[in-house]
């Protein structure tokens, strides 16, 4: 525990103007980023006697080492740069609303030659319209199925679409006047695009035109004793309303507005929000958060703005907004709302009306909300702290292991040998800091030697950046496996001298583990532990689990610790297990699936997809370009009398590769070789082993 005083910055060193401060640990960490009209007076109210402070922000001051600030022009900035690096950095004393589902939208893809309505979720694309969010993925589809009936927009992916323009038949939505076909010419881009945007109007609330318009035509097809069109037209007209009964009206007028409720106790708070567009409620979210620091409800309604709108510009930023409190100071936060719009914006409390009667809808929502939280979180809270003491209490521990990280070696048969590192912090996965690694150090299937080579590159790393020399303690570089949270391959990245830490930003190996759990037994352990000894690292807890019997194994023991089939430490440890495999063989089968797709112009230097995909095409396959002249290849778009003499020296070098076999059939494909063009009847392909045996996974 710090004491403020020791980093407690002189008061005429602060400047007395807007600004945003950042206070961080002892790894520079940034743990809280705050604003301030005047950061002089603000951070003085930071370095008092402890006992005065609120205990969430005594508990922050004290895990604090350092503060730094910048100073901006305007509180609107200040507002704009606090939000931006609650983002970027992710402080864990900073409120952080827990969105515990990415909520789906409707979408019309206005953006593309023939438009497209889908259900999307994630990041908001250009050229798209959003309409929601729902509650529920279905609820979109009901939608959808109704309003198809009026407007035949296209639903199809690019796939379908493509194949039915090539065989010149619609799909069965085609058939069933669901969609207006424009995949087989039925209705020109024009046409389809008119569709789309009325489609578009209709879900904005603009419901009164086309109602009125079909009523019209239903009649002038009754009078003219075309009975069958106006039936058809009578069920459109049904099925509109029915759509439109799914959003009643809540306000008059058309209103286009936000209502943001919060629902709060010492610990938590939860928000609702609802989405009013054309006075009917379009679309309904919420989340949770712990209240870490000292904050009034005025300032989670300020938090919870930049969440909703910190990303959104244009109409996505209605033109009023009714909360329950008023941020303090409101003129900032007014002025930001009306920068991301690009018109004026009302941020204000309802007083009375439809309004103030909504608005207890939403709080009434947040209230449960916040009930039905707290019953599940109480569970799960107590078992997770009660894993954690049992596994502090069986391994020695002086204290609960607050962070764990789990290796994992994978391969097959020897080849293709990686590594996964999975991170937990208080029970929960911390995906961002999963990283993976390639074995280099050694060729073949060792696991043993495999885990002591990776447990001594991430110490490696830790210490080196602990010791902020930004170079290697042997001068050697290392490739790191970069991925996302959820396992998608995104590069490699050499880190050699520079290990970046001026902007901020959290180093990836710079925060040790209180324990290091390894998948596998005592050699396993014993090599890991050796590494960290090598390192001079004697203040990290290391375990394995074997998965025969999960039995638990520390260094030094001949027997295992064995936890109680029941046991929530136990369980916790297979979870965390049972994700670094999964981490690692989804890796291990992405580098081996890439191995088997190379064929012989990946070994053409120089040739890049574009023209490897253009030979493919021309020729048919790398059987017939292999006997292809020079004069022959040269006829192929982008490729030179030097680069042609390039490929048929490669290929004519390349050993031919075992036919390719169809395993539906058993034919052997003699015009295609492997990793180029596949089986010509999309049956699935093999090469080898000659022997028909299958390698083993680990």
Avoid at 230 to 240: E, F, M, P, T, V
Wanted: glycine residues 8%; hydrophobic residues 35%.
């Amino acid at each position: 525990m710090a004491d403020p005083s020791s980093y407690r910055p002189r008061p005429g060193d602060i400047p007395d103007s807007p600004g945003v401060y950042r206070f961080r640990d002892e790894h520079r960490r940034v743990i809280y980023v705050g604003k301030a009209k005047s950061l002089r007076q603000r951070l003085a109210n930071y370095f008092q006697d402890l006992v005065n402070l609120h205990p969430r922000t005594r508990t922050m001051v004290t895990t604090a080492a350092s503060v730094e600030w910048t100073v901006v022009s305007t509180e609107v900035e200040a507002l704009q740069l606090e939000y931006s690096w609650i983002k970027e950095y992710d402080p864990r004393f900073n409120v952080k609303y827990r969105d515990d589902k990415s909520y789906p939208y409707l979408a019309v893809t206005m953006n593309e030659q023939f438009p497209r309505v889908q259900v999307m979720r994630g990041h908001k694309k250009k050229g798209v319209r959003y309409f929601g969010p729902y509650a529920h993925a279905w609820a979109i589809r009901d939608t959808v199925d109704l309003l198809l009936r009026v407007f035949p927009v296209r639903t199809c992916s690019a796939g379908v679409f493509k194949n039915a323009a090539r065989t010149g038949r619609p799909c069965l939505l085609g058939y069933i006047d669901k969609c207006s076909a424009p995949c087989v010419g039925r209705i020109t881009p024009e046409e389809h695009w008119d569709l789309a945007d009325e489609f578009c109007d209709f879900m904005t609330g603009r419901t009164g035109t086309y109602l009125r318009r079909l009523e019209k035509q239903m009649t002038e097809a009754a009078e003219e004793m075309e009975y069958e069109r106006a039936a058809r037209l009578r069920d459109d007209i049904g099925a509109l309303k029915k759509a439109m009964e799914k959003n009643a009206v809540v306000l008059a007028d058309a209103t286009d507005a936000d209502l943001i409720a919060v629902a709060e106790d010492e610990l938590e708070a939860a928000v609702q929000i609802f989405h009013v567009r054309g006075g009917r409620v379009r679309g309904q979210r919420g989340w949770v958060t712990d209240k870490v620091e000292e904050v009034t409800t005025g300032a989670l309604v300020e938090h919870a703005l930049q969440q909703l709108y910190g990303e959104e510009t244009g109409d996505a930023v209605p033109k009023e907004v009714l909360v329950p409190a008023l941020p303090e100071p409101v003129e900032p936060v007014q002025e930001w709302l009306a920068a991301r719009r690009g018109s004026n914006v009302s941020l204000r409390i309802p007083q009375r009306g439809d309004k103030k009667a909504l608005m207890e809808t939403v709080q009434r929502n947040a209230q449960q909300s916040l009930a039905l939280h707290k019953t599940k979180r109480a569970s799960d809270l107590t078992t997770r702290s009660r894993a954690l003491e049992e596994i502090a209490g069986a391994l020695d521990l002086d204290s609960a292991p607050l962070r764990i990280e789990c290796y994992d070696i994978s391969h097959l048969q020897g080849d293709d040998v990686v590594a996964s590192m999975v991170v937990f912090e208080d029970g929960l996965q911390r995906k961002n800091e999963y990283r993976r690694f390639q074995i280099k150090g050694f060729a073949g299937q060792d696991d043993v030697r495999s885990m002591h080579e990776v447990i001594t590159r991430r110490f490696r790393r830790y210490l080196a950046e602990k010791e902020r020399t930004g170079e290697w303690a042997d001068g050697a570089g290392t490739e790191e496996v970069l991925t996302d949270g959820d396992g998608a391959l995104t590069g490699t990245e050499v880190v050699t001298d520079s290990l970046k830490d001026d902007d901020g930003r959290p180093r990836k190996f710079a925060y040790p583990p209180q324990l290091v759990v390894v998948d596998g037994g005592q050699p396993q352990v014993a090599a890991a532990r050796r590494a960290l000894d090598e390192l001079g690292i004697d203040d990290i807890a290391v375990c394995g689990l074997a998965k025969r019997l999960e039995e638990v194994w520390v260094p030094g023991e001949d027997d295992p610790v064995v936890l109680p089939r029941t046991s929530e430490g136990l369980y916790l440890l297979q979870r965390v297990r049972d994700e670094a495999h999964r981490f690692a063989i989804t890796y291990q089968r992405t580098k081996r699936a890439k191995r088997f797709r190379a064929g012989p112009l990946d070994d053409v230097p120089g040739l890049g997809e574009t023209r490897k995909q253009a030979l493919i095409k021309h020729f048919g396959s790398v059987k017939k370009l292999r006997s292809a002249t020079i004069e022959q290849i040269q006829e192929v778009p982008g490729i030179g009398r030097k680069t042609a003499e390039t490929i048929a020296v490669a290929l004519a070098r390349a050993a031919p590769a075992a036919p390719a076999v169809n395993t539906a059939t058993g034919e052997i494909i003699e015009d295609e070789e492997p990793g180029t063009t596949g089986g010509s009847s999309g049956e699935p392909v093999t090469t080898g082993p000659p022997d028909g045996r299958r390698g083993q996974e680990t």
